[in-house]
């Protein structure tokens, strides 16, 4: 058996440089997000609709109206924790692609808390249920953590592999053992106490008080990776864990660390859908949440505040595509490609600019070879 | 008990295993070239989904197979273009393809058959099942090798192929340069991107295969998210068999016995708990082949002593 | 003379950098033509156009009597008569040799590769050229010289009339370099082939060329007959200056043993064992050298002194405390730098700044931030700037990515970070591999400093010179065994070598006594 396919592996999913959110990269965001709009006009054309139309529903229906930019709020928050989760763990150099597993686990723990603790004023509800999902998803995203951290094996399929399994977990929780008596309820727990829900901040919208939460994860997250030491730390460990071993740091530790805080994380943005939104844990407390905020959290390169720019532009997308089928009666669907095709093309932005700048370099330098020629 | 172990257990598995091998075969290329494709399991669910439109506008099993290659090579191309041409990150183009995946074909579904969930259709032609004579009235042989449809016998045929391909021909050791050493392959003249190339587009094709045996195999019908990262659980399988065809093919079969005995568990334990199994046996595999590898190189270690 | 390879006007542009500027060049049948300059003066560039592995801007490149083409690429090449073997071995590592050296040229059975056939080829091949190789070793498990012989074999596959050999000697062992000479004069004496050198190991140059072409910059400045010239008139034409190798060292009284190894064992990463029972002691204000050739067990010693690898035996101590199972972090704060040999993997964070990689293991300081944990930006950045002054680092900017700088500036980096920690041990390992001659003595300078200013310094190197010129005591490592220990004025290259080989060794004659 060949060694190199034993390094191959170890080698796997290793970071593209991650440069900063300069002006050219900046430049090619754009350029790549008109591309993608631009194919999805194709596709609206070819399957019969109007892409004007289409478009001005999808804005409307994101930004029109408080209770759509509520909503499109209320999708930033989650696509922008999702992110950072992503970014912390990211940094340090562990993938997570487990997050929304690790949501999951998170939603289930605060909705039994939120159900179970009463008696207790609703402020302490909230603090232990905010505990409970900090700590399941935290834990949950251990698992996977330390296996690669000691055993080195591959973060990528065991966090994909556990998302499974704590969807296929949940759904029996909540078929079973944790099933709510209440009728019309499919497969759900019980519902938390009414006074521990978050209020709503626009009537009728999706936004509620989790917003503060959520600012003040946020908030920490960005000190942590840009402006702390522990983030110095981090981004050296994820660029090259050997040299940050080399130089004092306890690699292992911070990579561990990043994890937990990134299940954490993930583990909050459960809890802020069950306590905000569902009252309750469902099976459909997440629709693959998570890979739209890691995509963002991809294309924007890890950079925390890039994270919540982008967040809020995917959530436009997001929350507007579906009231663009309602008006207009194109499937929403037609968001998640251009959305792909937007992530296509960040990923190929460094190569494709590097082989426009060669051809133009070649060309050049013929012209200035046939200049010299002719001169002489 | 009985109703659980007998020989539909074993069929089942055989069943399940296919479209994992043939992913599995796929992805193997590409690691050997040294690209990870984790955008396997969109691969797949796209071929199903072509696979369901050549067979149902056709009409004709060839026709739907047919468009689930033509795709894989499409697919297998992009894939080498984004990745070794534009040095994109695999990973993200990866993640991305599998979510461009979901998304087309739900669009797809919805603007062109106007169902939502899934879709079935009289005019879908199934894959056809083979019967081998001879063997066919054999006992327990007969209803585990006779009787399957087509695919399940090219897997079969292109795990000792391919096995043969790369270690025992110029073409194979090409392939494994490429990936191990490019510059070395390079320097004699041969390209290792074209040896990429030929990988992705392989693996492009042989995971639409896989997509076409999930739509057209034994249902005959595409239902959204129908792959169930099952392309994750072949390239997991790939990594557990490091690389060699034989291997990999006894991780997929593990797999599909799993699977298989979770389904015929179904009426003792809930179908959620069955579920997991084969999700927490592919956890498991990974690391059993890590504390593997190390037993292994420690022991070397200390043979040398 | 026949004339066998003509450059005329020759210029190659990458994007940004002239690599090859008009270079005119003619080089005859039969004769060791060695191409010298400092890295990236463009040496090597010339040589991979003559191979086709760049396709060239400008001017005409005529092998023999043929004109190379705009589709020239290294299988035309090695047609016309030219074959390269790379700095960088291009063998793929889990192949046999006979798989390696056929790869591309497999001799088939039908579909299927043949593989008795390949073996029968090569060993006729290593046959014909006098060069000894077993064809169904496993590449990877081979030796450096025995995988550089592979390397030359598949050169002189295709029956080549000029081979080109980039940095050839630079992992071989004195006497490994021996064989490899005898090796080119056999092959240009008795088969009349030309033998391209490419190299800046200026002693070797005037033992085995017969011309000498000094490159700068890109340009060609001078070819000159190698049993005219000196090597110091090559080194001045290298960089353009005057470069005095001179003696640094100074005698001085010794102080405290600071260091000291006792017995150590250690596994290496393909869990072989790689240090057998290795003790030795550094005093305050002393450099011990440690010989040896690469893979002997060096790498190992360094990284179990800084605690980035596990022992499996003996002990380490620092002033008398263990220091055995400490982390690297642990052993930094009782005073310990570390230049790591591998700069890119170990000694910096290429994708992050020059002022990151400066700051690395300072970050928690009070200077550089408040409560260990609030940096303070600012201050990072006047101490980035300062050191890259105080260090002559060459760079755009302290925000610049270390990457983004030449070899020597990236070392500067690792030895500006490294020697600011102010700590009394030192262990340096490679300090100027693959840094140019000016690089070089500045940090040799440095290095004496320290040792001027009572550190006790432990240096690995594979560069004999280097050893010779800094150190106060050598050591010998041969198969993670110290083989021999010397004051530096008692012992010869020549003799050394022997040490480092194993050819020789006191331990086994104390064992005799």
Request: net charge positive.
């Amino acid at each position: 058996m060949s060694n190199s396919f034993a390094q191959s592996i170890r080698a796997l999913f290793r970071l593209k440089p991650a440069q900063k959110l300069n002006r050219e990269y900046r430049i090619s965001l754009l350029t790549a997000v008109l591309l993608a709009f631009l194919v999805g006009a194709m596709i609206m054309l070819i399957c019969g609709f109007d892409p004007l139309k289409c478009y001005g529903a999808l804005f409307e229906g994101a930004l029109g109206k408080p209770r759509a930019l509520g909503n499109t709020l209320a999708k930033t928050i989650t696509l922008c924790l999702c992110g950072l989760a992503m970014s912390v763990a990211s940094k340090a150099g562990v993938f997570n692609v487990g997050g929304e597993g690790q949501l999951y686990v998170g939603a289930l723990a605060a909705a039994v808390v939120g159900a179970q603790c009463k008696g207790l004023s609703p402020w302490m509800v909230v603090v232990l249920a905010l505990l409970a999902a900090l700590v399941a998803g935290g834990a949950f995203a251990l698992i996977p953590g330390a296996m690669k951290v000691y055993w080195k094996v591959d973060e990528v399929i065991t966090t994909i592999m556990l998302n499974s399994v704590a969807i296929s977990f949940c759904s029996y929780m909540a078929n079973g053992p944790l099933k709510t008596a209440e009728k019309g309820i499919a497969s759900g727990t019980d519902s938390i106490m009414k006074e521990a829900g978050f209020t709503k901040l626009i009537p009728l919208s999706n936004l509620t008080t989790g917003l503060f939460f959520a600012a003040a994860v946020a908030l920490l997250v960005w000190y942590l990776m840009t402006r702390s030491s522990i983030g110095f730390e981090m981004r050296l460990t994820g660029d090259n864990d050997r040299f940050a071993k080399y130089g004092g740091i306890s690699a292992q530790k911070l990579m561990l660390w990043s994890m937990i805080l990134s299940g954490a994380i993930c583990g909050l943005v459960g809890m802020l859908e069950v306590f905000g939104l569902h009252k309750r844990f469902l099976t459909t407390v997440s629709n693959e949440f998570y890979f739209d905020g890691m995509l963002v959290a991809m294309i924007m390169r890890y950079n925390p505040f890039g994270v919540i720019v982008m967040s809020f532009f995917f959530a436009i997308l997001n929350i507007g595509g579906r009231s663009m089928e309602l008006s207009a009666g194109i499937s929403s669907e037609v968001i998640l490609i251009i959305q792909s095709v937007i992530i296509f093309f960040m990923a190929a932005e460094g190569g494709i600019r590097a082989t426009l700048q060669s051809r133009a370099a070649v060309r050049k330098a013929r012209r200035e070879a046939a200049e010299r020629g002719n001169a002489a | 008990m009985k109703e659980v172990f007998n020989v539909l257990l074993l069929q089942n598995t055989l069943r399940t295993a296919t479209p994992v091998v043939l992913a599995a075969l796929g992805c193997l290329l590409t690691q050997h070239v040294n690209i990870t494709n984790i955008g396997i399991d969109g691969m797949m669910l796209m071929g199903a989904f072509f696979a369901v439109l050549g067979s149902y506008l056709f009409e004709s099993w060839v026709m739907g197979l047919l468009f689930a290659m033509a795709l894989g090579v499409v697919l297998g191309l992009f894939y080498y273009v984004f990745v070794i041409r534009f040095h994109s990150d695999e990973f993200i183009i990866g993640v991305a393809l599998n979510i461009f995946a979901g998304g087309l074909t739900v669009f797809l579904l919805r603007t062109l058959f106007k169902v939502k969930g899934s879709f079935s259709d009289p005019r879908i032609v199934s894959l056809p099942t083979l019967t081998i004579p001879g063997i066919e009235n054999i006992p327990v042989l007969g209803q585990l090798l006779s009787g399957n449809t087509l695919l399940v016998y090219v897997s079969w045929i292109l795990v000792p192929v391919i096995w043969w391909m790369i270690y025992k021909t110029p073409w194979g050791f090409h392939l494994r340069a490429s990936g191990e050493h490019p510059e070395a392959l390079a320097a004699c003249g041969k390209s290792p991107e074209r040896m990429k190339c030929t990988a992705s587009v392989l693996c492009g094709v042989l995971s639409c295969m896989a997509g076409a045996h999930l739509s057209l195999g034994y249902l005959t019908m595409f239902t959204e998210n129908m792959s169930s990262a099952r392309g994750y659980v072949a390239f997991a399988c790939v990594i557990f068999g490091r690389g060699n065809p034989l291997f990999v093919f006894l991780a997929a079969l593990l797999f599909g016995f799993i699977s298989a005995l979770g389904l015929r568990l179904q009426k003792y334990v809930p179908s959620d708990l069955t579920a997991m199994a084969p999700y927490l046996v592919t956890v498991i595999m990974m690391v059993v082949v890590v504390l593997w590898e190390r037993r292994r190189k420690r022991r070397a270690g200390m043979l040398a002593c | 003379m026949e004339e066998m390879i003509r450059f005329s006007h020759v210029s190659k542009q990458y994007p940004g950098v002239l690599a090859n500027d008009d270079v005119t060049l003619s080089i005859n049948r039969g004769e060791v033509f060695s191409l010298v300059g400092e890295n990236g003066a463009g040496k090597s560039t010339l040589m991979n156009l003559l191979y086709g592995m760049q396709p060239l801007t400008l001017g005409e490149i005529t092998i023999g009597d043929q004109k190379i083409d705009a589709q020239h690429n290294p299988e035309k090449a090695m047609e016309m008569g030219v074959s390269m073997v790379h700095q960088h071995f291009k063998l793929v590592p889990s192949f046999t040799v006979a798989q390696n050296i056929l790869l591309g040229h497999e001799p088939k059975k039908g579909l299927r590769y043949d593989f008795a056939a390949a073996e029968r080829m090569v060993t006729e091949l290593s046959e014909t050229y006098g060069l000894h190789v077993n064809p169904k070793d496993v590449v990877g498990e081979l030796s450096v010289g025995l995988q550089q012989r592979v390397e030359i074999l598949k050169a002189l596959r295709t029956g080549a009339k000029v081979l080109i050999l980039d940095e050839p000697t630079a992992v071989l062992t004195p006497q490994e370099t021996e064989e490899l000479f005898t090796v080119i004069r056999g092959i240009v004496r008795e088969k009349n082939m030309t033998v391209i050198l490419i190299t800046h190991r200026l002693p070797e140059v005037m033992r085995i060329s017969d011309r000498v072409g000094v490159m700068k910059r890109g340009r060609l400045v001078k070819v000159l007959n190698a049993a005219e010239a000196s090597e110091k008139e090559i080194a001045s034409l290298m960089v353009g200056r005057d470069v005095i190798f001179d003696e640094l060292r100074t005698k001085q009284p010794l102080g405290p043993e600071v260091l000291q190894i006792e017995n150590l064992r250690a596994i290496n990463d393909r869990m072989l064992p790689a240090l057998q029972d290795v003790s030795l002691k550094v005093h305050a204000g002393e450099i011990v050298g440690v010989c040896g050739v690469e893979g002997n067990g060096q790498t190992e010693l360094a990284e179990c002194v800084m605690g980035m690898r596990p022992q499996t035996g003996g002990t380490v101590r620092l002033n008398g405390k263990d220091v055995s199972r400490m982390s690297p972090g642990e052993i930094r704060a009782r005073g310990v730098s570390f230049i790591p040999e591998d700069r890119m993997r170990t000694g910096v964070d290429g994708k992050a700044s020059v002022s990151d990689n400066l700051l690395l293991g300072k970050q928690r300081e009070p200077r550089f931030s408040r409560f260990g944990i609030h940096m303070r930006q600012k201050r990072v950045k006047e101490y980035a700037k300062q050191q890259v002054e105080k260090y002559d680092i060459r760079t755009s900017g302290v925000d610049e990515p270390v990457s983004s700088l030449s070899g020597g500036n990236i070392q500067k980096v690792v030895i500006a970070r490294e020697f600011d920690f102010g700590t009394p041990v030192l262990v340096i390992s490679q300090p100027t591999r693959g840094v140019d001659i000016g690089a070089i003595e500045f940090i040799h300078e440095r290095i004496m400093e320290k040792r001027n200013e009572g550190c006790a310094i432990l240096l690995i190197s594979a560069d004999l010179d280097e050893l010779f010129r800094l150190s106060d005591r050598l050591v010998t490592l041969y198969e993670g065994k110290i083989t021999g220990e010397f004051e530096t004025e008692t012992i010869t290259m020549e003799e050394i070598g022997f040490y480092m080989t194993g050819a020789k060794s006191q331990r086994e004659g104390e064992e005799t006594l």
